[in-house]
């Protein structure tokens, strides 16, 4: 099995940072991409960046110029940093890991989530 674990997180106001955290742990061969994703009530889970084993991002264009992601292949780990925050940033923010187990056994695996509300 494998397990995200997530940190960060919490209430700030607009125009604000917070940076969140996300370390994979379990029976991992190899990470070959990470990534959060948010969901606002009422709305569909979206993806805000990705990074994988390769070095390459994408980013929402929502968040772009405002979110970094960053990761560390050898931790398993993945941060997000979000500077310049806006309530429509509100959401329950997710940590993905795109994990292969075995040379044959790939798996998306997510965490818990965590709560990100921004004041106006």
């Known amino acids: 099995q494998v397990q995200l674990v997530e940190s960060g997180g919490g209430l700030v106001q607009a125009g604000g940072s917070l940076r969140l955290s996300c370390a994979a742990s379990?029976?991992?061969?190899?990470?070959?991409?990470m990534g959060w994703y948010r969901q606002a009530p009422g709305k569909e889970r979206e993806s805000v960046a990705t990074?994988?084993?390769?070095?390459?991002?994408n980013y929402a264009d929502s968040v772009k110029g405002r979110f970094t992601i960053s990761g560390d292949n050898g931790k398993n780990t993945v941060n997000l940093q979000m500077n310049s925050l806006k309530p429509e940033d509100t959401a329950v923010y997710y940590c993905n890991a795109l994990v292969s187990t075995t040379t044959t056994w790939r798996y998306s695996y997510w965490g818990q989530g965590t709560q990100v509300t921004v004041s106006s």
């Open positions: 379990g029976r991992i061969l190899s990470i070959d991409a």
């Open positions: 990074i994988t084993s390769g070095g390459s991002i």
